[in-house]
């Protein structure tokens, strides 16, 4: 790790992990390398490993921030509820997730890789923020009015978080995949990750 003061780490940190947030807006994770990252930045490409080893860390480093962000609306929104209403839960959950893309894009595609290729040390802190995500989906079942008991709420985190993994690919089809289902006789309607969240968290509080 170069010298500097811990300002100057975290900015750049953070220019390394916007870049790769840009370039994933237009490039697949096998196409982005640690040169194309490099070249966004301001920094020359070798200064990169002084703060990620490999492309795998930057886009966990990428998928932790997308955490953190969803964890910091959801406990914003909890913290200021006295009670929550299934319906609100839902549309919560909904909401929060509509605006995590790149968090739902990574976790259906690229999760393995990145995890495999990532310090234990790294992985262990995004994992963290995964257990922050835990405890505030928790918190707001336990606000929900009736109240649900403590097994109902564990059912529900088991069939939740495996769901948001296959997201992704449900809301955003190719028109090659697309084209596909037509011609196997699938029928297929596209949904938004509004309308899919709020639908499975409803039968699932139901259930």
């Not at 405890?135 to 069939?159: D, H, I, M, N, W």
């Not at 296959?166 to 196997?184: D, I, L």
Request: charged letters at 25%; aromatic letters at 10%.
């Amino acid at each position: 790790m170069p010298k500097g003061s811990a300002e100057l780490t975290t900015a750049r940190k953070d220019e390394i992990v916007d870049a790769c947030a840009k370039l994933y807006e237009t490039m697949s994770f096998k196409e982005i390398t640690i040169k194309e990252i490099g070249d966004a930045t301001s920094f020359t490409r070798t200064s990169i490993y002084n703060y990620f080893q490999t492309k795998e860390e930057i886009f966990l480093a990428l998928l932790q921030r997308e955490y953190a962000a969803w964890n910091g609306e959801l406990l914003s929104a909890v913290n200021a509820a006295e009670s929550i209403t299934r319906e609100e839960l839902a549309e919560l959950l909904a909401d929060t997730l509509s605006r995590r893309e790149v968090l739902l894009k990574i976790l259906s595609m690229n999760l393995y890789d990145i995890e495999g290729q990532s310090r234990l040390e790294r992985l262990v802190d995004f994992k963290r923020e995964i257990c922050t995500t835990m405890s505030a989906v928790g918190a707001a079942l336990s606000k929900v009015t009736p109240a649900l008991t403590e097994e109902r709420r564990a059912q529900f985190g088991y069939s939740f978080f495996p769901f948001v993994y296959g997201v992704y690919p449900y809301t955003s089809v190719t028109e090659k995949q697309h084209e596909a289902m037509v011609r196997a006789g699938l029928a297929y309607r596209r949904h938004s990750v509004y309308e899919l969240v709020k639908a499975t968290v409803e039968m699932l509080l139901e259930a």
